[in-house]
């Protein structure tokens, strides 16, 4: 069956350093991806897509990779911010309704 | 516009109890999320609309559970009766189009059966 994995320990980092966060998958052969932030209490927010003919995606701090052959996403924020603290959810898409992962959360400390 | 609105915010309920949560879409949107979080599962697809039309409810754990769009915009996500484990956060969401388009979610409800 399809999977999707995001690390369900939480990313604690550095203010400024560079966070990166992964997400694998198997038994799919997804058209596209996204990467949404959600902060408690509240929904899902997007952030960014790759489609899979594209190997990376860039917005402002925000980089997005997709190596179908791994079968994996990363997502970097550059110079990470407290603000940056959330929860980061992958979705995986074929023809039109993405599957989600359960997120990893990220914790910027100052 | 004001996003995805969602209501009530926060509902509990006693097991063996009706549930109905509702949905405001953002208006031109074509399809419709209904959506369940919990630690356990994470987000999942309960079902979704197109074009008021219900596409696709495999994700609907039981007949307990049954969503209706009877317009363009509202929606809503009926349990009876509720039980303990229907406990989550419910979440709508909203696109313009399939095929990868950003969703947009609403704050959510969160359902607690007693």
């Known amino acids: 069956s399809q999977k999707i994995e995001q690390n369900s320990e939480a990313l604690n980092i550095q203010e400024g350093k560079t966070a990166t966060l992964t997400c694998n998958y198997t038994?799919?052969?997804?058209?596209?991806l996204q990467w949404y932030r959600q902060d408690p209490g509240r929904g899902p927010v997007f952030l960014l897509l790759i489609r899979e003919n594209e190997k990376e995606k860039r917005k402002e701090r925000l980089k997005v990779t997709f190596d179908t052959t791994l079968k994996q996403s990363l997502f970097h924020i550059t110079a990470s911010q407290p603000a940056d603290s959330a929860t980061y959810l992958c979705?995986?898409?074929?023809?039109?309704?993405?599957?989600f992962g359960r997120g990893t959360s990220l914790i910027v400390h100052p | 516009d004001a996003g995805v609105i969602q209501s009530p915010r926060h509902e509990v309920t006693e097991m063996g109890q009706e549930v109905t949560l509702r949905c405001k879409p953002i208006s031109g949107h074509d399809y419709l999320f209904w959506y369940r979080q919990t630690m356990m599962r994470g987000l999942e697809l309960l079902i979704y609309f197109n074009n008021n039309v219900p596409i696709d409810d495999s994700g609907m754990p039981e007949d307990r559970f049954s969503a209706k769009m009877p317009n363009a915009s509202f929606s809503t996500l009926k349990i009876q009766p509720s039980e303990p484990r229907d406990s989550a956060v419910y979440f709508c969401?909203?696109?313009?189009?399939?095929?990868?388009?950003?969703?947009?979610f609403g704050q959510g409800t969160r359902l607690t059966v007693v």
């Open positions: 979705a995986l898409g074929g023809s039109y309704i993405p599957t």
């Open positions: 038994n799919y052969s997804p058209a596209y």
């Open positions: 969401a909203s696109s313009l189009a399939g095929g990868g388009t950003e969703a947009f």
